[in-house]
């Protein structure tokens, strides 16, 4: 299904013409070599030029469409018209000159067979340079001296002559073509991904832009030991997939993995995703509505509203296009494995059945803002934040911020588990409720996104439950007064004895009963409510004779929640008990934002 999508979308985008054809590909060149008719290297000019890379600007290879390269694992393999300065000049620093001669003459032997015959100046000229060329003594080259030493740094190098590339003379492209469509010495089958007999591929293309995976590359699909392959087939054989699929579904990757505007990172996760029908909108505005991403071209109402709409099913007008919430859209997660990838996930759906997921999920996290998060939703890292380990107070206002702690504290598989079941409108992870309970009881402190993941765990978890009815009254987004259920009447009864400690005390507390008895009194609550309702006794006639005011407001507080205490206090809470003291705890410290500044 995976390589059938991108398949499909590289026909999509190749008809748009924002593709390379099959048989060429992206390539970061940063050298010309300039040759005259004859094949004289006349100049090697640096094609090298400024780019920003985030608020710095450096000095970077031009990306280049030229013949797809070959992935090289230990042997020698040459490319075609672009390469490095071992196969196309025969120098290169690693002290292995007998390799580096079989990198020439394999590179020449390359273009020897494909350009032999082709009737053009620009072959001609590039067959004169290889029968020419002597590797033996090329450091005395005058067209070297200046560019060695970067010459041997490792980048690429392609043909230029005077009328232009090489690679863009009709003749030699036709020549390229024909051979790469040839079979060759590949097998025949019948291709996975199309169903059509012809020429399977033995080794697929390589993917870039992995977060973790190897710079040069890694392999999607791949065999690379006995255990993994069947009826003495080898290698990709295994997995059998046509010349020209294995060539469009990887293009296709990685021409969205080159976009980075719209590749997310969650936890150590790769996601990309697009619409069936081609274009970059709908990944613009997915990227706004699941993952949190801000877009400059429009205002937040405005936005959420193209949500809502296409959410009912309407189309809606975005930069100028009309997007379809019936368009199919895919949404793929990858990890890096070593030199290959592994699938983290991998969801299809129409574009609005996602957004109503997305949609659904943010009415269940909606929750009272508190003083730590003003923001008006919970994106997705503000989730997996949560969970995390956090030495600061309030929780940060962007990824940036609290990208490190995701990146050392976040259990991998965490993150894609957690986009799934928002996606796809499914149970949320116990990993993900478990997190945020080792975060409280660890930090004894409940911020809106811990608050939050609770309040939408036992919503979507638990509604076939029997015990729904009762908890829909505690899972609100506001505080409940009308609420009698003990464990939350409990947690709002914390927060008011919490409030008149730290309202009675002359100086800065050590020490709160929220630093001594919060984990307890959520989990044991008769134990320590017995030590909490004289300890608090003490607290308000301070209260009384220092702020007489505010000690009425408070102890009426105290007074209607124990009112509402008409059972004994259990001995011990279940974990979904647990949870509702939490929250009730949190709509209490966040309900009256005048009577918390004066306490």
């Known amino acids: 299904m995976i390589l059938q999508a991108l398949t499909d979308y590289y026909h999509v985008l190749e008809r748009e013409g924002k593709i390379a054809a099959p048989g060429w590909g992206p390539v970061k060149v940063s050298f010309a070599l300039e040759i005259g008719n004859d094949g004289t290297l006349e100049q090697v000019v640096s094609i090298q030029t400024e780019q920003q890379k985030g608020k710095k600007t450096i000095v970077a290879p031009q990306i280049i469409s030229l013949p797809a390269p070959v992935k090289r694992t230990v042997g020698v393999a040459a490319n075609f018209l672009c390469d490095n300065s071992s196969y196309m000049l025969g120098i290169d620093n690693k002290g292995k000159p007998r390799r580096t001669r079989e990198c020439f003459d394999a590179c020449k032997a390359l273009h020897e067979q494909l350009l032999e015959g082709v009737d053009s100046p620009a072959a001609r000229a590039v067959l004169a340079f290889f029968r020419t060329w002597d590797p033996a003594q090329p450091r005395e080259h005058p067209a070297l001296s200046e560019q060695l ?5 490792g980048g690429n190098l392609a043909f230029r002559t005077a009328e232009g590339y090489v690679h863009n003379d009709p003749a030699v492209r036709q ?23 012809g020429p399977v591929e033995a080794v697929h293309p390589s993917i870039k832009n992995v977060a973790g995976a190897q710079s040069s590359g890694a392999a999607l699909v791949s065999f690379n030991a006995p255990a993994f392959c069947s009826y003495g087939k080898e290698q990709n054989l295994n997995a059998p997939t046509g010349k020209a699929a294995a060539f469009a579904y990887t293009t296709a990757l990685n021409h969205l993995l080159a976009d980075r505007d719209h590749v997310f990172r969650v936890g150590d996760a790769t996601v990309v995703c697009w619409a069936k029908g081609g274009g970059d909108l709908y990944q613009s505005l997915f990227s706004y509505a699941a993952m949190g991403q801000t877009e400059p071209a429009y205002d937040e109402n405005d936005l959420r509203n193209m949500v809502k709409q296409l959410c009912q099913g309407n189309s809606v007008t975005y930069q100028e296009e009309k997007l379809d919430p019936n368009m199919d859209f895919f949404v793929l997660g990858l990890s890096p494995n070593a030199a290959r990838l592994s699938v983290r ?51 940060p206002s962007s990824y940036k911020e609290a990208r490190q702690n995701l990146e050392k504290y976040l259990p ?15 149970r949320y992870p116990a990993t993900l409720h478990n997190g945020v309970t080792l975060r409280i009881r660890a930090e004894h402190e409940i911020t809106r996104s811990r608050a939050a993941v609770m309040k939408a765990y036992l919503l979507q978890n638990y509604c076939h439950l029997p ?12 505080l409940n007064d009308s609420c009698n259920y003990q464990p939350y009447v ?16 002359d100086w800065k507390l050590n ?6 008895y919060f984990t307890s009194a959520a989990t044991t609550p008769k134990n320590i409510y017995a030590k909490l309702f004289p300890l608090s006794e003490y607290h308000m006639k301070k209260l009384l004779r220092d702020k007489p005011g505010l000690a009425n407001i408070l102890g009426k507080e105290k007074s209607s929640l124990i009112g509402k205490l008409t059972t004994p206090i259990p001995s011990r809470f279940t974990p979904e008990e647990t949870d509702c003291f939490y929250i009730g705890y949190y709509h209490q410290s966040n309900q009256k934002k005048e009577e918390n500044k004066n306490v």
């Not at 965490?414 to 996606?423: A, N, P, T």
């Open 149 to 153: 030493d970067d010459l041997l740094a």
């Open 175 to 197: 020549a390229w073509e024909a051979h790469y469509s040839a079979a060759g010495d590949n097998p025949q089958g019948i291709c996975l991904v199309t169903g059509e007999y």
């Open 345 to 395: 996930f991998f969801l299809h759906n129409t574009f609005g059945g996602f957004l109503r997921n997305v949609q659904a999920h943010q009415e269940r996290l909606e929750i009272i803002q508190s003083v730590d998060n003003k923001f008006d939703t919970t994106p997705l890292w503000r989730l997996l934040y949560a969970t995390v380990r956090s030495r600061a107070k309030y929780e």
């Open 412 to 426: 991998p598989e965490l993150s894609g588990e957690v986009l799934r079941s928002i996606l796809m409108n499914t």
């Open 467 to 478: 015990i729904y009815s009762t908890l829909k009254e505690v899972l609100t987004v506001e």
């Open 490 to 505: 409990l947690g709002c009864l914390f927060a008011v004895m919490e409030k008149i400690q730290l309202a009675s005390a």
């Open 511 to 516: 020490r709160t009963i929220k630093d001594s």
